[in-house]
């Protein structure tokens, strides 16, 4: 099959069957869109690897609809990661915790750590659930792009990064675009302190709310693949210290003109409008078939902290 698929409530629950067989299924929540697989299969994770064409040993996040299930994967929690689960999820936030024996290598990456999420997008909190309810306990679920590449942010965007690497049981749903457009915010909840291992639209601020944070920057004993220097890359050349020449592309706030002859990428209002169209806007410029784009951060804290990291990194090659 693996066309895009409608998602009426009959549909997902036929997905989340998909899933319980061992398919993998692409669907999408509020940041950008996960490549779903049972994560306690371990055939069907090495095939979601394989799609992605990702290195075996990086941990993936599991995702999960009820809060009830955080005891299933993991082991002395701290109080401050239960206070953030209440606060921020449903939401863009996943928690680096200690596994249990449930989690295994083959989602850990060999850690002894475990990535939880339970995002807030009505599909994929719907599919989480059907899926729980046939007995399954988690979704792993990285990006759906290939190793390397810009997060998809739409079904199509999924189906051009993995369409033809899906099989005959294989589902990609379709549920528009993403509302907040980058990926979620990991906290390592394994010491003392909250620690940020990757920005996201759960921000410092909202964090420190909560609890005071741990900024140490010393993530050795933790692998992060999003926190590789070179991430989030388009084909096109991303540059960020220069104005825009005639015949490049050019992603920038509203506020920000456009020089004669520039391939204006997009022009968003608001930092969480910049979140949501970012990836989208470089994918367009690939598809235009531009050689360089030149994309002015936006200032400040919160979102526009995370919009900056995913810039410098596609900036990177
Ligand atoms: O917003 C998101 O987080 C999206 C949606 C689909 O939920 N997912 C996502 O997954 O961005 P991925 O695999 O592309 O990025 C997740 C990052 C990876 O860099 C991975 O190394 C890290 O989270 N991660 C996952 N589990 C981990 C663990 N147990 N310990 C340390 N890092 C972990
Ligand atoms: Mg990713």
């Known amino acids: 099959m693996n066309q895009l698929a409608p998602c009426s409530i009959d549909s997902l629950k036929e997905a989340a069957k ?3 067989d061992g398919a993998l299924v692409a669907f999408p929540t509020e940041t950008v869109y996960g490549l779903g697989v049972d994560a306690e299969n371990q055939s069907a994770v090495a095939r979601m690897y394989e799609a992605k064409g990702r290195p075996a040993n990086h941990p993936v996040i599991v995702h999960i609809s009820d809060q009830n299930l955080v005891g299933y994967w993991a ?10 689960m209440r606060k921020f999820w449903p939401g863009p936030m996943t928690l680096i915790l200690k596994r249990s024996t449930n989690a295994k290598d083959f989602v850990t990456g060999g850690q002894e750590y475990v990535g939880l999420r339970m995002p807030a997008n009505p599909i994929a909190l719907k599919l989480l659930s059907e899926f729980e309810s046939l007995g399954g306990h988690g979704v792993a679920a990285p990006s759906a792009n290939r190793f390397g590449s810009v997060s998809p942010t739409s079904a199509s965007d999924v189906k051009e990064e993995i369409g033809e690497l899906l099989r005959e049981q294989d589902l990609i749903l379709d549920g528009g675009s993403c509302e907040v457009g980058v990926e ?7 010491k003392g302190l909250p620690r940020i291992l990757r920005l996201g639209a759960i921000t410092e601020e909202m964090i420190e709310e909560i ?3 741990d900024s140490d920057s010393d993530l050795e004993e933790i692998r992060v693949s999003g926190s590789l220097t070179r991430h989030y890359s388009p084909r096109a050349r991303v540059v960020v210290d220069r104005a825009a020449q005639p015949g490049e592309g050019l992603i920038a706030l ?3 003109d456009t020089p004669k002859d520039v391939n204006r990428l997009c022009t968003p209002n608001t930092v969480e409008e910049y ?13 235009e078939g531009l050689g360089v784009i030149v994309v002015i951060p936006p200032s ?6 995370a919009i900056r990291d995913r810039i410098m990194r596609a900036s990177t090659h």
């Open 275 to 287: 979140a949501r169209t970012l990836y989208r806007s470089l994918r367009k410029g690939d598809s």
């Open 300 to 305: 400040g804290n919160g979102l526009a902290a």
């Open 211 to 213: 609890s005071p944070i």
């Open 75 to 84: 082991d002395e929690i701290p109080d401050y990661a239960i206070t953030l």
């Open 184 to 190: 979620s915010t990991i906290i390592d909840c394994s």
């Open 254 to 256: 509203s506020d920000i």
């Open 18 to 20: 998909h899933l319980k």
